[in-house]
């Protein structure tokens, strides 16, 4: 099914609809391979263009499905368009050239200023590298933009001929704005200056703000990675 311009994994009926629990929300994956499962409401989801409806894995108790949702999320989906609208941003670049590098950042502090940690998952084909860091005490938009620079740094390191278009994700307006958009420096200005400066060295950056919290696997992945630092240093 489709769920906020992603197509995702739902638990569902012989009929294709979501199976609801006692709380009537559907349950929901963003890769079949994925253990972690998210909780929808059914309004939020919807057919996606040419995507199969499967369950979950064998063996996992079906939750019982409230005939009154039921009910409301056909209603929903009849008159829902047969093809995906408008792709997200998110989703085009997903979607983008098999070479490109996807690069996803996040930044963490407790408190602010506080520790600080950051979060990043490099992918490229089939490579993967996780990375989390803690950075010692500062606020969370330095964090922000530290973990875009050590993004880029790996992705270099996996794919050291250069080259391949780079997808950069964070959910920070700030650091986007700043390294992308021309936005004048208040703060932290010789750390911006510097990344800038290092950006030189990157053709063809793609940069896409994602939701933080909004369910989106590796935006999550980095967050987590991000405060795990924080955790496991914040006495140092």
Known sequence: M???????????DESGR?????????EMKYRESDTRIYKPLPQNLGPANGAPHQ?????????????SSKAAFGARASKAPTAVKAVSKLAAAR????????VWTDGACSGNPGPMGIG??????????EHGEFLGRGTNNIAELTAIRRGLEIAREIVP?????????????????????????KANQELVAEIREFLR???????????GHAGVAENERCDVLARQAVATNRHL
Not at 2 to 12: A, D, I, L, R
Not at 18 to 26: C, E, F, Q
Not at 166 to 185: E, H, K, M, P, T
């Open 120 to 129: 990043v998952v490099v992918i490229a084909g089939n490579k993967r590298k």
């Open 201 to 211: 060295d990157y053709s063809g950056l793609r940069w896409v703000k994602v939701d």
């Open 2 to 12: 489709s769920f906020k311009g992603q197509t995702v994994w739902v638990h569902v």
């Open 55 to 67: 369950g979950f894995a064998a063996g996992r108790k079906e939750a019982p499905a409230s005939p």
């Open 18 to 26: 979501p199976l609801l629990d006692s709380t009537g929300k559907a």
């Open 161 to 185: 001929e250069g080259g391949r278009p780079i997808a950069v994700y964070s959910d920070s307006s700030y650091a986007i704005g700043l390294l992308s958009q021309g936005w004048r420096a």
């Open 95 to 102: 979607s983008s050239s098999a070479d490109t590098i996807h």
